[in-house]
């Protein structure tokens, strides 16, 4: 089989590196990605390996590297991606790349501190000189104070030759920002008593902040005050709220000077600062050269590291020796990529299988298509090595059940061309590295998407709806002609009986089946949604124990694969019987009467459920007429085969284990190793390259055989206790998972109830508010809008998500549980592919 029907063939390698060539080897294995490396070193603490310091040398070039992009983002700019396929440089290369790296780094420290003091000294003096500027209103000679024995109106300043003339008004005259400046006024005021008069004007323009670069408002203040420990306290409290204070000069014209003075420095300032940043783009566009490629290297060059130090190293110290998972159908590639890494250093590389008890990991290749679906199957769990993937047959089943519930051709439509369009786009770059995490769920689903709305159409023509309307593509099957002929309808009958019912007895009145579908006249019936009930609740039945018995038939695939043929007889076909003389012979009943009960017989027409009870029961119901002779018969040896099948699956595989271990005996093979049985069981394996794959079977047989009588009796009670829980989970599990396959019946419903109340709530309303052409279309923009936006967030967001949880469900408990484990683990290859991305 294919390896989408299950896991390729995956050996153990075992490699013999050469010291001076390991780590071009490995380089080139990470450009392949074939093969995943086995920690050989696991006991060994991560800081006594043998490449840490390497190792730690790239982290520290990481953290450089992290440094120099997060300043290219600061500045505003996009790294661009790295041109070509870079490898992994060599070692000397690594000196090289650290030392222009830090050099830059420190370049950029240097040019960035540089431009950060001068945009702060460019801040001072513009705060220094807006404090100047909107300090000429401000007269200090007509400055008051308040005072417990003065009037407002006494002068601070009092005229020469005055009782106070040796009294001097000082000033502090500074920039807040503007969310201080009330709780700086309120305090000033409260400390110093009034003793002072303080000003606060806004800036007429913003300054940009010199750390942030945004532009802010600031509060100019200059506060006038008379002694000195009032000065003080105003200094104390001007630092504590980080005021920016400058020196406030008496006299207007030193004022008009200084501020003069201190222009013509900002101007000098501004010219220092454009050629720093003039410099620091230089430097930048240096660093975008440089990084990306620097980063990639780096990266790949950790990654070889990383997977030198999973190596164990020879006795003579001249090779690495590596223990690695690879496909069968890559050991050609990957013995040519040894030959070709280690030809320079004369010496070369060899990689040989060797043989391995342990399971091998599960590989399983996918592409854009398959990749969606294997995803779902993973979720559940990854499957043991080489059982059979569910993923080829979840590709066609997945979508179909998801239909089943979801079935309608609008909202199918909507669907698959929302699917489309992401499939027709998903090679624009834009598509591609979009970082909402919504969008790329959906785009990494598109192609499951694209087949459920495919399937939904086609179960919307079968249920002959679209967006809760049928459609008339072929003529219909009754004919109300015929009946209203036949049958005498009068005006006065027609009055008086409001419901009128369709005879298919009357000859003319039913032509036959619709050629596909249902037919559109049940969208007028009064027992429409009777009818629906009763197609869907039988299909579900039907379509339940399909799929569950598939799922049983697969099991036989993973018995033959592994060697055990026994289990076929033992619970594969117990299984089927059960499962088949049960709920098979349900499938069977449904079917047998669509196909034996004509419209004629309708009206006495035997009840399935109460022959599907009496079955159970041994009885037969009096009024409830047989299908077929010999029905009775027919039901009580089913369900005696049935139950016989309970006892198989139960003691069957524990007792057949049990008589292959007292053949042994008997043949003189014992279950105890004799003293020398590790050495012999080394060597046998050694012997045997090609390991079959019947060791990891099933859980209870791949123990092996136990050293002693003990250890054997835990195993065959191990054995018999998992067969118990299996037999039971398996025969309940029946009835509970057909049970469940009546979720399809149910949200097949819920799903047509709802487009039918949406309908009739909004388009329907709108196409009645009016009558006139001009009316009716302005009418119906908003009324088509909100319907539009009802559906998508509805029946499409949030009813397919509901679908699809479900179609989930019944994967993953009801099918994938007959014969898929997953209890497996993947095969994660040794890669730089990721890295690349």
């Known amino acids: ?43 060994v603490s991560a800081f006594q390996r043998r490449f840490v310091v390497d190792i730690r040398r790239c982290e520290e070039l990481e953290k450089t590297f992290t440094f120099l992009q997060e300043e290219v983002r600061r500045a505003g700019l996009t790294l661009p991606l790295p041109e070509g396929k870079l490898p992994a440089p060599p070692p000397r290369d690594l000196l090289r790349i650290q030392e222009e790296t830090e050099r830059l780094a420190q370049e950029l420290r240097d040019v960035r501190g540089n431009q950060q003091a001068l945009r702060a000294q460019l801040h001072q003096l513009q705060l220094h000189s807006a404090v100047l500027g909107q300090g000429h209103g401000h007269s200090p000679q007509l400055a008051a104070v308040h005072t417990d024995g003065l009037s407002e109106r006494t002068l601070l300043l009092q005229p020469p030759g005055g009782p106070h003339q040796d009294l001097r008004v000082n000033f502090v005259a500074g920039a807040v920002e503007p969310h201080k400046a009330a709780a700086l006024e309120r305090l000033l005021w409260r400390a110093c008593r009034g003793f002072l008069i303080a000003s606060f004007r806004e800036m007429e323009r913003p300054l940009e902040d010199p750390v942030t670069g945004e532009p802010a408002t600031w509060m100019t203040f200059l506060i006038s005050y008379w002694g000195e420990q009032i000065g003080q306290k105003i200094r104390k409290i001007t630092d504590c709220f980080h ?38 783009s230089q430097v930048l566009g240096r660093v975008q050269r440089l990084l990306p490629p620097g980063q990639l290297q780096v990266r790949k060059m950790k990654a070889v590291y990383l997977a030198l130090n999973q190596c164990s190293v020879s006795t003579t110290h001249k090779c690495l020796i590596a223990e690695a998972w690879c496909a069968s159908c890559d050991l050609p590639a990957l013995q040519q990529a040894l030959q070709d890494s280690s030809h320079e250093a004369g010496v070369s590389a060899v990689a040989h299988r060797i043989p391995c008890r342990d399971m091998p990991p599960t590989l399983i290749r996918t592409n854009r298509f398959t990749a969606s679906f294997q995803g779902i199957v993973d979720a559940y769990g990854v499957g043991r090595y080489q059982e059979v993937n569910p ?16 079935g309608d051709v609008g909202h199918g439509l909507l669907m698959f061309l929302f699917a ?10 834009a598509v591609k590295t979009a970082q909402n995490e919504i969008w790329r769920t959906f785009f990494g689903g598109r192609y499951l998407l694209l087949l459920m709305g495919l399937f939904s ?45 369709l005879d298919p007895n009357i ?15 049940w969208s007028l019936a009064a027992n429409h949604l009777s009818f629906l009930n ?81 079955m159970f029961l041994f009885s037969r119901s009096r009024t409830n007429r047989p299908l077929y002779p010999g029905q009775k018969v027919v039901q009580s040896t089913l369900v005696v085969l049935a139950l016989a099948m309970v006892p198989v699956l139960l003691l069957g595989t524990p007792l057949y284990l049990l008589c292959c271990r007292r053949r042994r005996r008997h043949h003189g093979h014992s279950w105890r190793r004799p003293s020398g049985g590790q050495d012999e069981d080394k060597a046998g394996v050694l012997d045997s390259p090609d390991m079959s794959v019947n060791g990891w079977g099933s859980d209870e047989e791949k123990a092996g055989y136990p050293g002693d009588e003990e250890e054997a009796e835990g195993v065959a009670s191990e054995v018999l206790m998992h067969q118990a ?113």
């Not at 900002?266 to 454009?274: D, K, M, Y």
């Not at 000859?507 to 006249?521: A, C, E, M």
């Not at 399909?546 to 036989?556: E, R």
Request: charged share 10%.
């Open 534 to 614: 009763s197609f869907k609740m039988k299909m579900s039945i039907i379509l339940g124990v399909t799929h569950m018995a598939f799922g049983v038939l697969l099991s036989v695939f993973n018995h033959l694969h592994f060697g055990q043929g026994h289990r076929l007889l033992l619970e594969t076909l117990p299984e089927l019987v059960f499962l088949l003389g049960l709920f098979g012979y349900l499938v069977f009943l449904v079917i047998y009467k669509w196909l034996r009960v004509s419209a004629a017989g309708a009206a006495s027409a035997p009840s399935i459920l109460i022959h599907f009870i009496n």
């Open 243 to 280: 005021c920016h204070v400058f020196p406030f000069l008496e006299q207007e014209e030193a004022r008009r000077g200084a501020l003069q003075q201190l222009q013509q420095q900002s101007q000098e300032l501004q010219e220092v600062l454009g050629e720093t940043e003039r410099f620091l």
């Open 457 to 501: 159409i086609y179960t919307g023509f079968i249920y002959n709806e679209c967006f809760s309307r049928a459609t008339t593509i072929f003529p219909s099957g009754w004919s109300v002609a015929a009946m209203a002929n036949q049958s005498g309808w009068s005006d006065a009958f027609l009055a008086q009986h409001p419901v009128l019912t």
């Open 725 to 837: 829980i299996h037999t039971i989970e398996f025969c309940l599990g029946c009835i509970s998972n057909t049970a469940s396959y009546l979720r399809l019946w149910a949200l097949s419903l819920a799903h047509a109830q709802l487009s039918e109340v949406l309908w009739a709530m909004v388009m329907r309303s709108g196409l009645l508010m009016g009558r006139d052409v001009g009316v009716a279309a302005v009418v119906l923009v908003p009324v088509f809008a909100g319907f539009a936006v009802l559906t998508v967030a509805i029946l499409l967001v949030m009813e397919g998500l509901s679908a699809f949880l479900h179609a989930l469900r019944l994967h993953w408990v009801e099918f994938q549980n007959k014969f898929y484990s997953g209890t497996g683990y993947k095969l994660s290859p040794f890669t730089f592919t990721i890295k690349d991305e």
């Open 391 to 406: 993923a080829p047959y979840t590709i066609v089943t997945f979508p179909f059940l998801f239909a089943v519930m979801f």
């Open 420 to 429: 489309l369009a992401m499939v027709l786009a998903e090679n624009q770059p």
């Open 1 to 43: 089989m294919g390896s989408m029907f299950r896991s390729e063939e995956v050996v153990l390698v075992q490699l013999f590196l050469p010291t001076a060539a390991a780590y071009t080897c490995v380089s080139q294995l990470g450009e392949l990605g074939i093969v995943e490396f086995r920690d050989l070193n696991a006991s």
């Open 507 to 521: 000859t003319g009145v039913f032509l036959g089946p619709y050629p596909f579908g249902i037919d559109p006249v």
